[in-house]
């Protein structure tokens, strides 16, 4: 079964930053790829699928990029709406994979 | 939107059903998922029922768990068996996006507890 692990597991950061989370796979995986955010006590919201494609709605300050075994999910300008654990998801032979999250605070 | 229900406290061993309405779309013309998260903890993918019927499942449910859909309700629903502590968590139901591989529309999610 193919692993995904993100990194960091935690992550602090201020209002204006550019952050960077990474999900990488236990073998190279194809470009089905997707992130998540999810807010506490809410369903998670689809960001990124297929690596890199925003799904509609979603604020172009989120980016998606990867391939092989190393995907990121950037956010370039933090809000004070982005502060929420991210996740990253793989589908692979008609099953799928999380990441075990990342939890994104304000420092 | 999918709209979610069932779930509640159920005794080990016992069954429970999961009910996963949806409106705007069509269920059989889409992929529908169930994912689970355990108290505190990340996301876990249960279930898939595929357009075609077709079902798979997450090796720690496997045996146990049942998804069935009723087109003429444009229902999901997840039967759960000989449930344990560990089915434990927060049920969603979710729209597989295609093309895409994701899960673009999810349910408010509906909380199982398994304990005596």
């Known amino acids: 079964d193919i692993q995904l692990t993100q990194s960091p597991s935690t992550l602090s950061a201020s209002v204006g930053e550019r952050v960077t989370i990474t999900c990488r796979a236990s073998q190279s995986i194809t470009e089905w790829l997707a992130w998540y955010q999810q807010k506490p006590g809410k369903a998670p919201n689809l960001l990124i699928y297929?690596?890199?494609r925003l799904d509609s709605g979603v604020p172009s300050r989120f980016s998606g990029s990867g391939s092989g075994t190393q995907f990121t999910l950037t956010i370039s300008g933090l809000q004070p709406d982005d502060f929420a654990t991210y996740y990253c998801?793989?589908?692979?032979?008609?099953?799928?994979?999380f990441g075990q999250g990342t939890k994104l605070d304000i420092k | 939107h999918v709209v979610q229900s069932g779930g509640g406290l159920i005794q080990p061993g016992g069954s429970l059903r999961l009910s996963c309405a949806a409106s705007g779309f069509n269920v059989r013309n889409d992929y529908m998922s169930w994912v689970r998260q355990a108290p505190g903890k990340g996301l876990e993918w249960v279930s898939v029922i595929y357009k075609d019927a077709k079902s798979y499942y997450a090796d720690s449910v496997k045996g146990r768990f049942f998804i069935s859909r009723d087109i003429f309700e444009n229902t999901v629903l997840l039967h759960m068996n000989s449930l344990r502590a560990d089915d434990t968590a927060i049920y969603y139901c979710a729209r597989g996006r295609e093309p895409g591989n994701a899960f673009d529309i999810w349910g408010q999610g509906t909380l199982v507890t398994v304990s005596s």
């Open positions: 998801q793989h589908y692979h032979n008609y099953g799928f994979t």
């Open positions: 297929r690596t890199s």
